[in-house]
């Protein structure tokens, strides 16, 4: 949607970069923060004047990501509190700024991530096959190590403990699902 090209077409540079304006672009950050961000990932000749169109085509791609941000600046000055679709609540004190703004921006979905994470991995131990093991959780990311051949199965399990419906205005929506497969990090390849 950023760069109006097929996926097919979309680089790993592309890939990475998009990152960067779908994380800067969902919290309130401007041209001058993606282009720093760019750089320090590795994301060169991002300029700012590259960085605001970019940061505009994803405010084009979902219109409704500033009505959001004005829903919850209406409810921070009403109430100071954000309250996630999974029932964590935060209570912002101090001043009602930009700043504190784009916390309350990334409150709900960075904290529900993380929830969401924690539950399937509650989950997922229970339905590992018995020589499978969690190796290590960051964020949203889950290193399981098990025995050749058990790959498939443990993705199974992965799939079944992740099927966690969240309720945002009452829809039910689920949170995509990436399993890679490898010896290690860097070579796993995606098989779902």
């Known amino acids: 949607e950023i760069y109006k090209k097929p996926i097919v077409d979309v680089t790993n540079v592309d890939r990475q ?15 001058r923060v993606l282009q720093t961000h760019a750089h320090k990932y590795g994301v060169d000749n991002v300029t700012y004047d590259v960085s605001k169109f970019l940061l505009e085509a994803r405010h084009r791609a ?53 929830d969401v994470t924690n539950i399937g991995l509650v989950r997922l131990e229970k339905l590992l096959p018995s020589e499978a093991f969690i190796v290590l959780q960051v964020h949203d990311e889950i290193v399981v190590s098990c025995l050749e051949g058990q790959q498939f199965e443990v993705a199974e399990s992965m799939k079944k403990a992740f099927v966690i419906p969240l309720f945002i205005n009452e829809s039910p929506i689920l949170i995509p699902l990436d399993i890679s497969v490898g010896n290690n990090w860097r070579d796993g390849e995606v098989i779902l």
């Open 17 to 31: 970069l998009g990152k960067l304006v779908n994380h800067s672009g969902n919290y309130g950050a401007g041209p």
């Open 62 to 114: 979902i219109p409704g990501l500033k009505e959001w941000w004005k829903d919850v600046e209406r409810q921070l000055t009403r109430t100071r509190t954000i309250v996630t679709c999974l029932g964590r609540k935060r209570i912002f004190f101090g001043r009602l700024d930009q700043g504190t703004f784009r916390d309350a921006y990334a409150f709900e979905p960075q904290s529900t991530i993380g």
